[in-house]
């Protein structure tokens, strides 16, 4: 209300003094109802229930405002299979994988500091990574920030970014190289994103980038990479989708069109009433878990498991080993190592003399002492000491192999004297299926 005198503006009624003590008064906010987030994108709540438009009240952290429309839900995975049909994965769990992570950006607001960084991989370039990224991601808003080696140009970057879109769900670090910011570096490492990974809440307090940030960790996070070197912190914690076309990817026609240009923005809406219906699918079927999930970020993954074997989903990270060794560059040597003779206990002057002949010492030994036949054995001593137990999937010319790294100082010999070896014991061996067969 205003009071105009001779058509001048004199006075406003409230008065800012009235206003301001309005809105410190419990009675008079009392009145309306609590708001913790206005939001046009949907997702789920605690209990798992889909936000409908309107006023939403999830209790404490969930009275949420949706704007939005109502979402639809499908009663088959049908656009979500032709999709899939016509892309390069390199196993049937990658291809389940890339359904998780789907579904992990659904359900971004649970497991907060919980959920892995899905990382997707390739052969080659344009195999179809970013069109995976599209596919996960859905309608939900994104960010997309530039990998360096040091921390703060991300953060800054990030901070930034949701400063400007404070609906963003998901995080996009697109075509990381071991040189994106310089030199050459063995592994793809930030203590920044393995913190991010791993925090119910996000803290971004970045000098010149505005006001510090504060926020609940309802964030996906996606690396992808042809590199696939990510440091082991990084590995241990992310979501393999590995894809491997065979031959030119540019002359293979796909009965959907151009996948990422026009199948995904045609069909986006039905995808992700696709995907809702697959959570709907699970919770009437009354919310089974899969024990058999395993991954560091168990309560995700034995939920996740538990959606994707109702809907008929197999293989959920059965790939995840495969993938560490694979993609870990150290741990990808010590395979190869043990494959060379496997459930054989050779010393570690034996192992380091193996490792010169399989052309792994630039890998596995330091510059100062891979020059030594003393340095190259105290070395690979150390690295195997600190490798036991851990087990390596690795595949040869002829066989599939799942090893162990066992051993230490120990009589190994009946009344002989005890010394130090080592073995890669064969927990499992299975021939290499042969192509076209």
């Known amino acids: 209300m205003r009071v105009v005198k001779e058509g001048k503006v004199v006075s406003e009624l409230p008065t800012s003094a009235h206003l301001n003590g309005m809105l410190r008064s419990e009675e008079f906010l009392r009145q309306f109802l609590p708001v913790d987030e206005v939001t046009q994108t949907p997702f ?10 309107g006023y939403n009240d999830g ?37 389940t994988n890339a359904v998780a992570a789907g579904l992990t950006v659904l359900l971004r607001r649970h497991w907060r500091g919980e959920k892995p960084l899905v990382l ?108 696939g070197s990510l440091s082991p912190d990084l590995m241990n914690r992310c979501l393999p989708i590995h894809l491997d076309p065979q031959g030119d990817v540019h002359d293979r026609p796909t009965p959907i069109g151009n996948p990422k240009l026009e199948f995904l923005p045609q069909n986006r809406d039905q995808i992700e009433a696709e995907f809702r219906g697959m959570i709907e699918r699970w919770k009437k079927a009354g919310c089974p878990e899969d024990v058999t999930a395993k991954h560091p970020m168990s309560r995700w993954a034995r939920t996740i498991g538990g959606i994707l074997k109702v809907n008929g989903f197999t293989d959920f990270l059965t790939n995840y080993g495969t993938r560490k060794t694979a ?3 150290l741990r990808e040597a010590l395979a190869i190592l043990g494959t060379a003779k496997p459930g054989k206990s050779l010393r570690p002057r034996e192992w380091a003399k193996l490792a010169v002949n399989e052309g792994l010492a630039r890998t596995l030994f330091s510059p100062t002492e891979r020059d030594t036949d003393r340095g190259r054995e105290r070395a690979i001593g150390v690295l195997l000491k600190r490798h036991l137990d851990v087990t390596f999937e690795i595949e040869t010319e002829q066989k599939l192999y799942h090893l162990q790294v066992e051993g230490g100082f120990r009589r190994w010999q009946r009344g002989k004297n005890p010394h130090t ?12 299926p042969v192509e076209g067969e």
């Open 44 to 53: 789920y709540l605690d209990d798992f229930s889909l936000v409908q438009p």
């Open 59 to 95: 209790g404490l952290d969930n009275r949420v405002l949706f704007v939005g429309e109502t979402n639809s839900v499908a009663e088959s995975t049908e656009t979500i299979q032709r999709f899939l049909d016509v892309m390069a994965f390199a196993t049937n769990a990658d291809r």
């Open 120 to 227: 997707l991989t390739a052969t080659k370039s344009h195999s179809g990574k970013g069109t995976v990224t599209d596919f996960i991601r859905g309608s939900v808003p994104k960010t997309d920030i530039l990998y360096e080696s040091i921390d703060w140009p991300m953060q800054s970057q990030l901070q930034r970014q949701i400063g400007i879109t404070p609906d963003v769900g998901m995080i996009v670090i697109d075509n990381v190289r071991l040189d994106s910011s310089g030199g050459k570096a063995k592994f793809i490492r930030s203590g920044f994103l393995e913190s991010f990974v791993t925090n119910p809440e996000v803290i971004l307090s970045c000098p010149g980038a505005g006001e510090p940030l504060r926020l609940d960790n309802k964030f996906v996070l996606t690396i992808n990479t042809n590199d």
């Open 327 to 329: 993609d870990d560059p």
């Open 421 to 432: 070896r080592y073995v890669f014991t064969v927990l499992d061996e299975a021939e290499k």
